[in-house]
């Protein structure tokens, strides 16, 4: 089987109607996702969040809740501090988290005190990445030939002044620190301390900008363009683990998939990606900053004025259903999705389970001397 291959695509050269971002359109279209490398100008901002993440993340628990308080509703989102190791809504998922908006002056939300560097570096990083997203959504918009504002008009302003009062963003960096593997899991198929700790989901956002992390590959996306049978039947994988096949030194290197709103409005024409995160190898552990481009939850969607006409195929018609209405039904088809997927493995797992239980028995009757039943003593 030849090794996967994949295109990284430099931001600058993304430019409105050229052959590099109708590219780049194509294979969000084809496989789900895509790679581009930010300006060098970024990796003072990437590299800030890093370090005082690591910083923030090796503290003990107590002091990280009290520095920004358990994951709460914070206006209309989510915003603090959790960990899943052991909650009963996801115990397999050795992780905690700490989801980072802004508010109306640009400043984090929350904003830990310690250490004193992660609010600011959070927020320039926030910034950047929103910036970043509306415009490939414009480029995303014009491939289907659409206005901008069918897939801008539910995101947050370009500018966090423009927020309405006492509202924080929308978009959310999630600053996430996965457990190490330890002596890792050799049931699982998988390898010594790489099993799966972030199940196959797909995010209820329009994109998920995430910044690779080739020192502690974790991430695997599922290419829509390959049939999920091909496996089985001896041809590619599906499942792309695009961190081991990039440089170490690629931190500028974004992997953009697309969510469950974008794939909504342009009727699929691109598809939600489906992916999983594996427990890293070695003991450091991994430290990934993906960014959601999420719908603000009270806009109200509203397509008609973009395709008065109902002629564009790859838009959908849709008006008077707000944002949070349609992402209570895209996460009720995920948690039912996730469920279905958990059953089947404990299914499988039990099976599995039976079988060596019945070549545990065989190997003791065999030390134990016992005759095996020979049909031949019978004739």
Not at 80 to 94: F, K, V
Not at 160 to 174: A, H, K, Y
Request: charged share 25%; proline share 6%.
């Amino acid at each position: 089987m030849e090794p996967y291959k994949y295109t990284v695509t430099n931001l600058k050269d993304l430019q409105p109607g050229s052959a590099t971002a109708r590219s780049f359109c194509e294979q969000l279209h084809r496989r789900s996702f895509a790679v581009i490398k930010l300006p060098v100008e970024a990796l003072a901002d990437i590299t800030a969040v890093r370090n005082s993440a690591s910083t923030f993340f090796a503290l003990p628990a107590d002091s990280k809740r009290s520095a920004v308080g358990d994951f709460r509703q914070v206006g209309g989102t989510y915003a603090g501090y959790r960990d899943l190791a052991g909650s009963a809504r996801q115990s397999d998922c050795d992780a905690e988290f700490l989801e980072v908006h802004v508010d109306r002056a640009g400043a984090a939300v929350p904003a830990p005190p310690e250490p004193p560097a992660l609010a600011a570096a959070a927020a320039a990083l926030h910034a950047r990445l929103l910036a970043v997203a509306r415009a490939l959504l414009g480029l995303l918009a014009d491939h289907i030939q659409a206005p901008a504002g069918a897939l801008l008009d539910p995101v947050d302003p370009p500018s966090p002044e423009l927020l309405d009062e006492g509202q924080i963003s929308s978009s959310v960096l999630r600053v996430c620190h996965y457990r190490a593997g330890g002596d890792g899991d050799a049931e699982n198929g998988a390898g010594a301390g790489r099993g799966v700790l972030f199940a196959e989901h797909t995010d209820s956002a329009l994109l998920t900008l995430s910044l690779l992390c080739p020192g502690a590959a974790g991430l695997e996306v599922c290419d829509a363009s390959v049939s999920s049978d091909a496996a089985d039947d001896g041809g590619a994988d599906p499942w792309v683990a695009l961190e081991e096949l990039c440089p170490r030194h690629a931190e500028l290197d974004v992997e953009v998939h697309v969510g469950d709103f974008l794939a909504f409005l342009t009727r699929d024409y691109y598809p939600a990606c489906c992916h999983r995160v594996l427990r890293p190898a070695g003991d450091a552990g991994r430290l990934s900053l993906p960014f959601l481009v999420r719908c603000r939850n009270d806009h109200v969607l509203d397509t008609r004025p973009y395709d008065p006409t109902s002629s564009n195929a790859r838009l959908v018609e849709v008006h008077g259903v707000t944002c949070k209405e349609l992402r209570l039904l895209f996460d009720a088809r995920g948690k039912r999705l996730l469920e279905a997927e958990r059953d089947a493995a404990a299914a499988a797992a039990e099976k599995e389970e039976e079988r060596k239980r019945r070549a545990r028995e065989y190997r003791e009757a065999l030390k134990a001397g016992k005759a095996l039943s020979d049909s031949s003593d019978e004739d």
